[in-house]
Nanobody
Framework: QVQLVESGGGLVQPGGSLRLSCAAS????????MAWYRQAPGKERELVAT????????NYADSVKGRFTISRDNVKNTVYLQMNSLKPEDTAVYYC?????????WGQGTQVTVSS
């Protein structure tokens, strides 16, 4: 079955960096677009970044452009989110996502807290 396991979250000061990882299994990882979403307390889940199956095209939410970078390793079946210049408004639970056969699969999420 499809499994997505996020890691790498934590507490960081404003201006700091974190790298999130999402280890995928149970499907042909290299054939699917992958995405990162986030959900802040009291807010709806929002799309942060996407990357095509071969990694050739990436898309970002306006709020993270120039600060976040999505990448993938199709040998390790892992997708990453490098987050730089973090702001308090980036505080959220970050989720890895794949859509397969019109069904959305999610990981358990990893908490990112940006605070001094």
């Amino acid at each position: 079955q499809v499994q997505l396991v996020e890691s790498g979250g934590g507490l960081v000061q404003p201006g700091g960096s974190l790298r999130l990882s999402c280890a995928a299994s149970g499907f042909a990882f290299s054939s699917y677009r992958m995405a990162w979403y986030r959900q802040a307390p009291g807010k709806e889940r929002e799309l942060v970044a996407t990357i095509t199956s071969a990694g050739g095209y990436r898309n970002y939410a306006d709020s993270v452009k120039g600060r976040f970078t999505i990448s993938r390793d199709n040998v390790k079946n892992t997708v990453y989110l490098q987050m730089n210049s973090l702001k308090p408004e980036d505080t959220a639970v970050y989720y890895c996502n794949v859509q397969r056969s019109a069904y959305d699969y999610w990981g358990q999420g990893t908490q990112v807290t940006v605070s001094s």
